[in-house]
């Protein structure tokens, strides 16, 4: 990196954000551990550089969607740490208020539309967005990222057809982990280059590394003002790792230490960490943010572990949203049905 | 009052709410420059333009999930599905996201969506082309499921679902498209509210629960039933999710009676839903077992002969409401 200038105030913001979401993992998965988290934990530890990156890329009214593995682009969007951390916890304070849990976060302000546990299909759910974004001619657009496991998937491939059709503002982002679930690609794929894919579609493609995050930054720039400027969508494939299983049931034997050890290495958030000293930052500064980050999710833990998880009545208000008087009527029943396991009512 | 047909209808609901509001659109196969399969749609791409009159590719999965997406964002699509047997390939984007979209995002995303085309069997079209979807879709909490006899059942109900804040799945019926009725005139505008159910006829000796198709025998069945001195009350939900339970159970305390007939397949859904609710709110009443009418516990044969043994007939209403009258 030596000789290469780069904006340090930009970079201690990305580098922050980054070692967030680095520690902010490392600690869920010790309240996993701890019993505090239940379900699934898909951790996104070895691809902070694609989340920063590509939130940096977008602006304030531009939407994120994403898969299962949604803690990283949550706050990369902007939730905050409690609110991200709460949730998992299942409490009323988290951002989708106990309901949603690992994998389903949700952040509207920020726009970020989850946070989705069946892959394939929240592509198409980017496109409607996109889809709307072009009818009411708003300059935005929605990034829509996946693993490339989910590339296999008809969700997929009707999603980036639709609107490379419709020429809508949409930005497919493949985090190329290598690993679909304990699949390698090598057996998921019949090319090693996903964007060949982009061809059907008469798509902008694009595909590199995410060691470094200004990379990932410039590439997805010109991705998204190809879709801005209504050129239509673009699909990137964005070349990773993950340095932890695929969630925290699996101890990841498919793939050997040695080549986790080896692609430790090119750790986006180290990169970071070390273009910061190399940019003339100095070391008490860097450790500084660190103290920030590790107060920040210390924070987010003791609110999470003390707030109180959601009641039952939020459970029954949140099935339906509430209707124009005149619209729907005889819900009494299901109120009824719903309040309790005796059907009908006890 | 005057007098249209059920496609009418439901094109007149479109293009009314079309017109009201900015943010409703139709998209589907074939429902723009083909004029709809049914033509259900016909005239609204020259009335619209292509931006609110959408054609897709073969691509339910997709465009019924560009329809859940645009609703999170704000847009009130309606998403037209050929038929509703098409809508097995995108059953992901009703179940897992427009039904659970509100609750897993905390109430932050509402989804005012309606998903609609003919539901149903057609004539010999087969196994593959012939499901009565509501047994799937009524089981979703999250949805809303309509299933209108009437041209103005149909009208009233589907401006009533394209108003409201949730997804709703509206089952039409290729049958039921050349039907007649009367509807309110031009400038009355009639919403009928989901979950309020219509009593087509009166009479005491039993009660007969019937919708869509199945409703047409049902109200076969209770003219023939006249003829023989036995009077029904036919009472259609019109809506089997939120279901006007009051209404149903209100009659049979009347009748002490009850008969269901449905045409989608006799394992669970709505008919069966039905039946336990009658029975645990008006055991007392009762005089004789709940029976359900239904189709056939089989895939749809092609054959004419075997399709007309499948699907309910009045005269198979007749004899269940004859049998829950003990005068067989």
């Given at each position: 990196?030596?000789?290469?200038?780069?904006?340090?105030?930009?970079?201690?913001?990305?580098?922050?954000?980054?070692?967030?979401?680095?520690?902010?993992?490392?600690?869920?998965?010790?309240?996993?551990?701890?019993?505090?988290?239940?379900?699934?934990?898909?951790?996104?530890?070895?691809?902070?550089?694609?989340?920063?990156?590509?939130?940096?890329?977008?602006?304030?009214?531009?939407?994120?969607?994403?898969?299962?593995?949604?803690?990283?682009?949550?706050?990369?969007?902007?939730?905050?740490?409690?609110?991200?951390?709460?949730?998992?916890?299942?409490?009323?304070?988290?951002?989708?208020?106990?309901?949603?849990?690992?994998?389903?976060?949700?952040?509207?302000?920020?726009?970020?539309?989850?946070?989705?546990?069946?892959?394939?299909?929240?592509?198409?759910?980017?496109?409607?967005?996109?889809?709307?974004?072009?009818?009411?001619?708003?300059?935005?657009?929605?990034?829509?990222?996946?693993?490339?496991?989910?590339?296999?998937?008809g969700?997929?491939?009707e999603?980036?057809?639709?609107?490379?059709?419709?020429?809508?503002?949409?930005?497919?982002?493949?985090?190329?982990?290598?690993?679909?679930?304990?699949?390698?690609?090598?057996?998921?794929?019949?090319?090693?280059?996903?964007?060949?894919?982009?061809?059907?579609?008469?798509?902008?493609?694009?595909?590199?590394?995410?060691?470094?995050?200004?990379?990932?930054?410039?590439?997805?720039?010109?991705?998204?003002?190809?879709?801005?400027?209504?050129?239509?969508?673009?699909?990137?494939?964005?070349?990773?790792?993950?340095?932890?299983?695929?969630?925290?049931?699996?101890?990841?034997?498919?793939?050997?230490?040695?080549?986790?050890?080896?692609?430790?290495?090119?750790?986006?958030?180290?990169?970071?960490?070390?273009?910061?000293?190399?940019?003339?930052?100095?070391?008490?500064?860097?450790?500084?943010?660190?103290?920030?980050?590790?107060?920040?999710?210390?924070?987010?833990?003791?609110?999470?572990?003390?707030?109180?998880?959601?009641?039952?009545?939020?459970?029954?208000?949140?099935?339906?949203?509430?209707?124009?008087?005149?619209?729907?009527?005889?819900?009494?029943?299901?109120?009824?049905?719903?309040?309790?396991?005796?059907?009908?009512?006890? | 009052?005057?007098?249209?047909r059920y496609r009418d209808?439901v094109?007149?609901?479109?293009?009314?709410?079309?017109?009201?509001?900015?943010?409703?659109?139709?998209?589907g196969e074939e429902v723009?420059h083909y004029q709809g399969a049914y033509k259900v749609s016909e005239?609204?791409?020259?009335?619209?333009?292509?931006?609110?009159?959408?054609d897709t590719p073969i691509a339910e999965a997709g465009f019924a999930?560009?329809?859940?997406?645009?609703?999170?964002?704000?847009?009130?699509?309606?998403i037209e599905f050929m038929t509703w047997n098409f809508s097995a390939v995108a059953f992901d984007q009703i179940l897992?996201?427009?039904?659970?979209?509100?609750?897993?995002?905390?109430?932050?995303?509402?989804?005012?969506?309606?998903f609609r085309g003919p539901n149903g069997a057609a004539r010999q079209v087969a196994a593959q082309h012939s499901h009565a979807m509501e047994t799937f879709y009524a089981q979703v909490?999250?949805?809303?499921v309509c299933a209108p006899a009437t041209p103005?059942?149909a009208?009233?109900?589907?401006?009533?679902?394209?108003?409201?804040?949730?997804?709703?799945v509206f089952l039409e019926g290729e049958t039921l498209y050349g039907v007649k009725?009367?509807?309110?005139?031009?400038?009355?505008?009639?919403?009928?509210?989901?979950?309020?159910?219509?009593?087509?006829?009166?009479?005491?000796?039993?009660?007969i629960v019937s919708w869509g198709r199945a409703y047409y025998e049902a109200m076969r069945a209770?003219d023939g039933?006249?003829?023989?001195?036995?009077?029904?009350?036919?009472?259609d939900?019109?809506?089997l999710?939120?279901?006007?339970?009051?209404?149903?159970?209100?009659?049979?305390?009347?009748?002490?009676?009850?008969v269901i007939a449905h045409e989608h397949w006799p394992y669970g859904g709505p008919g069966a839903e039905i039946a336990?609710?009658?029975?645990?709110?008006?055991?007392?009443?009762?005089?004789?077992?709940?029976l359900r009418v239904g189709g056939r516990d089989v895939p749809m044969p092609y054959a004419l002969s075997l399709e007309e043994r499948v699907l309910v007939r009045s005269e198979d209403v007749m004899a269940a409401v004859?049998k829950?009258?003990?005068?067989?």
């Amino acid at each position: 990196m030596a000789g290469r200038t780069v904006n340090v105030e930009e970079l201690k913001g990305y580098y922050r954000r980054m070692w967030l979401i680095r520690r902010f993992e490392e600690e869920s998965a010790r309240a996993y551990a701890g019993g505090k988290i239940g379900g699934f934990l898909h951790l996104y530890i070895g691809q902070e550089a694609i989340a920063v990156g590509g939130a940096a890329a977008i602006g304030p009214e531009d939407y994120v969607i994403t898969t299962y593995r949604d803690h990283g682009h949550a706050l990369a969007r902007g939730m905050t740490s409690r609110a991200a951390m709460a949730e998992l916890f299942g409490k009323e304070t988290g951002c989708s208020k106990g309901f949603g849990g690992s994998m389903h976060m949700f952040d509207v302000e920020h726009r970020f539309l989850g946070g989705h546990g069946i892959v394939g299909g929240h592509l198409a759910l980017a496109s409607g967005v996109a889809f709307k974004l072009k009818y009411q001619g708003e300059p935005h657009v929605c990034l829509g990222y996946c693993g490339e496991g989910a590339t296999n998937i008809g969700g997929f491939h009707e999603a980036l057809s639709l609107a490379a059709i419709w020429k809508l503002p949409a930005v497919f982002i493949i985090e190329n982990n290598e690993y679909s679930m304990g699949t390698p690609l090598s057996r998921t794929l019949p090319v090693r280059d996903i964007t060949l894919k982009a061809q059907g579609y008469g798509m902008y493609s694009d595909r590199f590394e995410a060691n470094d995050v200004f990379e990932v930054r410039e590439k997805l720039k010109k991705a998204v003002e190809h879709a801005r400027s209504g050129k239509g969508p673009a699909l990137i494939e964005i070349l990773t790792y993950r340095f932890r299983g695929h969630s925290m049931s699996d101890p990841g034997k498919y793939r050997t230490p040695e080549e986790v050890e080896l692609r430790k290495k090119k750790d986006p958030v180290r990169v970071a960490r070390q273009l910061l000293l190399d940019s003339k930052v100095p070391e008490k500064e860097v450790e500084a943010i660190d103290a920030e980050v590790e107060e920040e999710v210390r924070d987010a833990v003791q609110f999470a572990d003390e707030s109180a998880p959601p009641s039952e009545e939020l459970m029954h208000d949140l099935v339906y949203a509430p209707s124009e008087e005149g619209l729907i009527e005889n819900v009494e029943h299901w109120h009824k049905v719903v309040s309790s396991n005796i059907v009908g009512g006890a | 009052m005057r007098v249209i047909r059920y496609r009418d209808a439901v094109r007149e609901a479109m293009i009314e709410e079309m017109k009201r509001d900015e943010r409703v659109f139709l998209m589907g196969e074939e429902v723009g420059h083909y004029q709809g399969a049914y033509k259900v749609s016909e005239g609204m791409l020259e009335q619209f333009g292509d931006k609110r009159v959408v054609d897709t590719p073969i691509a339910e999965a997709g465009f019924a999930g560009i329809g859940v997406g645009a609703a999170m964002a704000g847009l009130r699509p309606i998403i037209e599905f050929m038929t509703w047997n098409f809508s097995a390939v995108a059953f992901d984007q009703i179940l897992n996201n427009a039904a659970k979209m509100y609750q897993m995002s905390g109430g932050q995303l509402r989804v005012p969506i309606v998903f609609r085309g003919p539901n149903g069997a057609a004539r010999q079209v087969a196994a593959q082309h012939s499901h009565a979807m509501e047994t799937f879709y009524a089981q979703v909490p999250g949805l809303w499921v309509c299933a209108p006899a009437t041209p103005r059942d149909a009208k009233g109900l589907l401006k009533a679902a394209i108003r409201d804040d949730n997804p709703v799945v509206f089952l039409e019926g290729e049958t039921l498209y050349g039907v007649k009725g009367e509807v309110p005139d031009e400038g009355e505008e009639e919403i009928i509210p989901l979950g309020k159910a219509r009593v087509a006829r009166e009479g005491e000796h039993a009660t007969i629960v019937s919708w869509g198709r199945a409703y047409y025998e049902a109200m076969r069945a209770a003219d023939g039933l006249a003829k023989e001195g036995i009077e029904c009350d036919v009472i259609d939900p019109r809506t089997l999710r939120p279901l006007d339970h009051e209404t149903i159970v209100e009659s049979v305390k009347k009748t002490n009676r009850c008969v269901i007939a449905h045409e989608h397949w006799p394992y669970g859904g709505p008919g069966a839903e039905i039946a336990d609710r009658v029975q645990r709110e008006a055991f007392d009443y009762l005089d004789a077992p709940i029976l359900r009418v239904g189709g056939r516990d089989v895939p749809m044969p092609y054959a004419l002969s075997l399709e007309e043994r499948v699907l309910v007939r009045s005269e198979d209403v007749m004899a269940a409401v004859k049998k829950v009258l003990y005068r067989e």
